[in-house]
């Protein structure tokens, strides 16, 4: 491992361990997203966002969601017209991410469109009330990336970052925006329909996946996706079967910390096994949060559930990809 990664290996390890234990121990609303998000942020090979970038990441991501709630103002009432304007809103989205759109603005849109229709199908007030939490666990995700670059900044022989891919051909950008299109539509459809309220962090959790699929890549780039998910799942059952015996909030953030220690070390060294890393924190925070009572005080049937729910997320979305990829290609490719 070289001196970069082993950096950017105990930024990550620091960073998104102290925002779990600061988000699992006062448990406020959203608290799972502010690890989740600081794992975004430490996670790519960035450098240290500025004031400025900061302020800018708040205004798209208040933006984004301000969005999906007027979205539901207009839609709500009328599941066709909903059904409809998400289609369009989401092929516009992926199309600008082809395009080369920042990815965390790409980020916050998805999250606005997808996820705060599916509450405002249950009370506006419900979907006014996660725009507001959402944007205070990202101000505080904000606060643990700044103070993890502050104790492990780059070294300074750092290698500059890679220039950005060249954008794809106007064909390969519409099949992208199209077959993504064509996976999350029908899974927000389904979410919307049944009332899957209860499902909204594995379709969060689908939506990140959905950032990191490489196009044209077929089933053997999506299966790492749901690879990371098991890596993910495993290690927070080991985590949820230890504090179920071993009461003590310390010992739980011990184990966190240290199983995201070895994801990180997965994500940064470059192998063959590197790409099964990268969508395994979100999975282990989100199942690590899930349950009412992280310690196991309950008879883990919800624990459980959400593991399913995540696994189940993740399959949609790789082979629904690989689908996808197959029917909707660009015409020079047929």
Request: charged share 10%.
């Given at each position: 491992m070289t001196e970069l990664a082993a950096t950017r290996t105990i930024r990550f390890t620091a960073g998104t361990g102290l925002a779990a234990a600061f988000a699992f121990g006062l448990d406020y609303s959203l608290g799972v997203v502010t690890p989740m998000l600081a794992a975004v942020f430490l996670s790519g090979p960035g450098p240290r966002p500025t004031l400025s970038a900061m302020g800018m990441i708040l205004l798209a991501s208040a933006c984004g969601l301000g969005l999906g709630v007027l979205t539901s103002l207009v839609c709500i009432h009328a599941p066709s017209l909903l059904f409809l304007a998400v289609g369009l809103m989401l092929f516009r989205i992926f199309l600008a991410a082809a395009r080369g759109t920042s990815p965390f603005l790409v980020l916050m849109l998805l999250i606005g469109v997808l996820m705060v229709p599916v509450l405002a199908s249950?009370?506006?007030?419900?979907?006014?009330?996660?725009?507001?939490?959402?944007?205070?666990?990202?101000?505080?995700?904000?606060?643990?990336?700044?103070?993890?670059?502050?104790?492990?900044?780059?070294?300074?022989?750092?290698?500059?970052?890679?220039?950005?891919?060249?954008?794809?051909?106007?064909?390969?950008?519409?099949?992208?925006?199209?077959?993504?299109?064509?996976?999350?539509?029908?899974l927000f459809a389904g979410v919307v329909t049944l009332q899957l309220t209860g499902q909204l962090q594995a379709l969060?959790?689908?939506?990140?996946?959905?950032?990191?699929?490489?196009?044209?890549?077929?089933?053997?780039?999506?299966?790492?996706?749901?690879?990371?998910?098991?890596?993910?799942?495993?290690?927070?059952?080991v985590i949820y079967l230890t504090t179920s015996m071993v009461h003590?909030?310390?010992?739980?953030?011990?184990?966190?910390?240290?199983?995201?220690?070895?994801?990180?070390?997965?994500?940064?060294?470059?192998?063959?096994?590197?790409?099964?890393?990268?969508?395994?924190?979100?999975?282990?925070?989100?199942?690590?949060?899930?349950?009412?009572?992280?310690?196991?005080?309950?008879?883990?049937?919800?624990?459980?559930?959400?593991l399913t729910s995540i696994v189940v997320a993740a399959a949609i979305v790789s082979v629904g990809l690989t689908v996808a990829e197959s029917l909707l290609r660009p015409r020079s490719s047929r």
């Open positions: 249950v009370s506006i007030q419900l979907a006014w009330d996660f725009l507001a939490d959402f944007l205070v666990a990202l101000g505080l995700a904000l606060v643990f990336v700044q103070l993890a670059f502050e104790l492990f900044p780059d070294p300074e022989r750092a290698s500059a970052a890679a220039a950005p891919a060249p954008s794809p051909p106007p064909a390969a950008q519409l099949a992208y925006a199209l077959q993504r299109t064509a996976v999350f539509l029908p969060l959790y689908a939506v990140i996946l959905s950032l990191g699929a490489q196009p044209r890549g077929g089933l053997k780039a999506s299966l790492p996706m749901l690879g990371g998910a098991l890596i993910g799942g495993a290690a927070a059952v003590e909030y310390v010992l739980m953030i011990l184990m966190v910390t240290l199983a995201l220690a070895w994801i990180a070390r997965g994500q940064f060294t470059e192998g063959r096994l590197q790409v099964y890393f990268a969508s395994a924190p979100g999975a282990l925070l989100i199942l690590v949060s899930s349950t009412d009572s992280i310690f196991g005080d309950e008879t883990g049937a919800k624990f459980f559930t959400r």
